[in-house]
């Protein structure tokens, strides 16, 4: 073979091969040194040959990698493929040289109308390159890792560490530029002669159209004018002899699928192979490093993460940037190695700069050994209608994809902000989840949202999958919810439905969606389905307020529907097992909500105008009047479970609706000898329980905990064992404060709980009447927080303790 030094091209026997490790940016300096020597007249890439058409796109200059090849059937676009490419891919170099040289680049592999339609398990969304060069499935017995099998021999353990020693710390432009291929180009082929295909029996249909379209080029240019850059797995395939008759009968009745191609974005996290890319590498964000810096490699490094460390006001100084590099440089002195490699500028950084901590070194693997770097792809790349819709919002809205998560806080007064939660809500119904909602921090009100955003790879499919249903982002989530309502299983998803709609301001969706609820809520009889459905159609309502839609419509299916609820759960109520019974009281707890919520019948489905005097009280309406009705008869059925009857009585005296003295009356009638155990301690349990801010209840009225207390010493040991699960459940969702002062009140004693502090009551801190003086200390504070006058009158006080008391 022609060493190629003397710089005068290749006029070696046969092609050009260059075996590669895909993202190896020692590789990828290497095909770039080969191919200035060899200066050939074609060069042949591995990847699927659809995409011969995107490859000029790789010139324009808004092309930035990682980008991928996406491939996907016309027919169902989730089934897909990726092909990478980063930086410091050989492959993108291969064919960024082509495009800088005028000459021809073409891809060889199976074509993608193949591989998408291979009926071989796990094809789908997986990366034809995981079978070609450093695959780590866990069947290991079955699958070679060829660089895995290298470093062994090598006596190393870590084939990443005799990678770097090997290829990445080998410097370039010294001596052969084709050496490195013919000395890696022996060794696969002592291998493939050891493991035949490794476990890749799939190879030998890749290489036979590999080898027809190397011949083919081959005719047309020369043979010593042809280059191949491919996964060094293969290169000892498309060297051996095989005949064209051999190599076509293995392609003869492959499967096919009508496939669309397309340039997308990538991460780099997505390169890395603990993202499930079987050909990734474990640091793609040092191997970026690496390829990009000139000189000095170590010293770069070290600054950059100095630079991260200091956004992050760790203290970092260029003193610990020099003590960093000796001691990296010191490691490698000692391991033997020939330059600092990860391991060793790893040891370092945390030795250093991280004070031995792996909390900081932590956040240097995450954002700087791996990266969030997301390429990007110019307009030009083709794409369907769905994604330009896409791209023309987030431009307009100024919501740029982003690899790394960020948290978004949106005011939907202000019209950008409401444009991008309409966005946002359209795009979570049809499946891409590019945010997630999460809570406000700021502000309970619902003219306020906050989102996690995080743009993967993989949500280019999902758009390619939504365009189905419409050519905008509009169209498509209007079809999507019209046909998700009428393929609804159960009440409770069409109401969810809706309140999506409203979010996302579907107005022509939200007919259809509101004629399936109503004929829904008709037929069904199920109270829990219906109390379960209730809470989010009120939801909706407010949401309406809050964007100016007219929501009268969903107003009366939300009154009709709670009518029903009431009419229906005094007897759902009865006979019910302790799961049942649990599970009721959650919908008693979800009703009362909603019909706080809804308030008077005939004031919901209010506009955007009426919302804005929402901050006056609004009275109580003849449909709460009804629903009180109906918890009172839930306290009084001995047949309701225990622990719904609780819960109603508890319901009633927070709202002001029964005395403490006929709190008291009921609790004590419970608690009374003639009422079994098990019984007392889940009416107990929803009187005080479940995160109902029960435990402050009992702090605050001596009365019932003496109750509960002389309830508690009578049980009969015999039955104590019984009701401890219960009770303990109840008491240890207390704060611990809670608890203590509990304890504390018990200690004392019944005789004793009013000697602490001032107040026929008894409770320490607490007194039968209000403590004027200790009340208007707060009422500057108060002014401020409403953003009253400092200066106010005196009215305005007293306003102010008529809203504390």
């Not at 499967?255 to 191609?261: L, M, T």
């Not at 049809?430 to 999460?438: M, T």
């Not at 109401?495 to 037929?523: F, G, I, K, N, Q």
């Not at 004027?772 to 303790?801: C, F, H, K, M, Y």
Request: glycine share 10%; with cysteine.
């Amino acid at each position: 073979m022609n060493s190629g030094a003397d710089g005068q091209g290749w006029s070696g026997a046969g092609p050009l091969l260059l075996g590669v490790r895909h993202h190896g940016p020692g590789s990828a300096r290497a095909v770039r040194a080969a191919l200035a020597a060899a200066r050939p007249a074609v060069v042949l890439i591995e990847g699927p040959p659809e995409a011969d058409a995107l490859i000029p796109l790789a010139a324009d200059e808004d092309m930035r990698p990682p980008v991928a090849l996406l491939a996907h059937a016309v027919d169902e676009p989730g089934h897909s493929a990726f092909w990478p490419l980063a930086e410091f891919s050989p492959e993108w170099v291969a064919i960024r040289w082509a495009l800088e040289h005028g000459v021809p680049a073409r891809f060889i592999d199976l074509p993608a109308t193949h591989t998408l339609a291979w009926e071989e398990d796990g094809t789908e969304g997986r990366t034809p390159e995981t079978d070609t060069d450093t695959d780590t499935d866990a069947d290991a017995d079955v699958r070679v890792d060829p660089l895995a099998v290298l470093a062994q021999t090598g006596g190393y353990d870590d084939p990443e560490r005799w990678w770097e020693d090997v290829v990445e710390h080998r410097g370039t432009g010294e001596g052969d530029a084709f050496a490195p291929f013919e000395v890696l180009e022996e060794a696969m082929g002592a291998l493939r002669e050891v493991y035949g295909t490794g476990g890749h029996d799939r190879d030998l249909v890749r290489e036979a159209y590999m080898r027809l379209q190397l011949r083919a080029a081959q005719r047309e240019f020369g043979d010593g004018a042809v280059a191949v850059v491919c996964g060094a797995w293969h290169v000892p395939a498309l060297r051996g002899k095989a005949s064209v008759a051999a190599d076509r009968a293995l392609l003869k009745g492959l499967p096919k699928v009508k496939v669309d191609v397309t340039w997308v974005p990538w991460t780099h996290r997505r390169l890395a192979r603990a993202s499930g890319y079987g050909a990734g590498i474990d640091s793609p964000g040092w191997y970026g490093h690496l390829f990009g810096a000139r000189d000095r490699p170590v010293e770069r490094w070290m600054t950059k993460v100095a630079g991260l460390l200091r956004a992050e006001d760790r203290l970092v100084s260029s003193a610990h940037v020099i003590e960093a590099v000796r001691l990296a440089e010191t490691l490698a002195a000692m391991r033997g190695r020939p330059l600092p490699g990860l391991t060793e500028t790893t040891d370092a950084v945390r030795a250093v700069m991280c004070e031995g901590s792996d909390v900081p070194l932590a956040l240097v693997r995450d954002r700087l050994v791996v990266g969030d770097v997301l390429g990007e792809v110019p307009e030009a790349a083709p794409a369907v209608p769905l994604q330009r819709d896409l791209t023309r919002l987030q431009r307009r809205l100024r919501l740029k994809p982003e690899a790394l998560e960020r948290e978004l806080e949106l005011d939907l007064r202000k019209e950008t902000d409401a444009g991008r939660s309409r966005l946002l809500h359209r795009l979570r119904l049809l499946g891409i989840g590019w945010g997630v909602p999460s809570a406000s921090r700021g502000s309970t009100g619902t003219f306020r949202e906050t989102w996690r955003l995080r743009w993967e790879p993989e949500l280019a499919v999902r758009v390619a999958e939504a365009g189905v249903w419409g050519t905008t982002v509009l169209s498509a989530a209007t079809a999507r919810a019209e046909a998700d309502a009428v393929g609804a299983g159960a009440l409770a998803d069409v109401t969810a439905l809706a309140e999506r709609c409203l979010l996302a301001e579907l107005s022509d969706a939200l007919p259809v969606v509101m004629r399936v609820l109503a004929d829904r809520a008709a037929l069904d009889t199920d109270v829990g389905h219906l109390a379960q459905a209730l809470p989010a159609l009120v939801r909706t309502l407010r949401y309406g307020d809050v964007r100016g839609t007219d929501t009268q419509a969903l107003a009366e299916v939300a009154t009709g529907l709670a009518e029903r609820v009431f009419v229906g759960l005094p007897p759902a109520c009865a006979a019910l097992d302790t799961d049942a019974a649990e599970e009721m009281r959650r919908h008693v707890d979800a009703v009362h909500g909603a019909v706080g919520l809804l308030g008077d019948p005939e004031t919901v489905g209010a506009t955007a105008s009426a919302a804005a005097t929402a901050s006056a009280p609004r009275p109580g309406g003849t449909l709460r009047h009804r629903w009180y009705s109906v918890l009172r008869v839930l306290c009084a059925r001995d047949s309701v479970a225990g622990v719904v009857r609780g819960r109603a009585v508890r319901l009633l005296l927070d709202d002001g609706e029964l005395a403490q003295d006929e709190a008291a009356v009921l609790m004590g009638l419970v608690l009374s000898p003639g009422t079994a155990p098990g019984d007392a301690a889940a009416w107990i349990e929803g009187f005080v329980g479940g995160g109902s801010g029960g435990g402050m209840l009992l702090v605050h009225d001596e009365r019932l905990l003496g109750l509960v207390d002389a309830w508690l010493t009578g049980v009969p040991a015999d039955a104590f064992t019984d009701v401890l699960p219960l009770l303990r459940r109840t008491f240890s969702a207390y704060e611990p404060g809670v608890r203590r002062t509990l304890g504390e009140l018990v200690r004392r004693g019944q005789g004793e709980r009013g000697s602490s502090v001032t107040g026929a009551a008894g409770v320490p801190g607490f007194a039968p009447d209000l403590d004027a003086r200790r009340a208007d200390a707060v009422l500057p504070v108060l002014r401020l927080l409403l953003g009253l006058d400092t200066g106010g009158e005196a009215s305005d006080d007293n306003n102010l303790v008529g809203v504390g008391t």
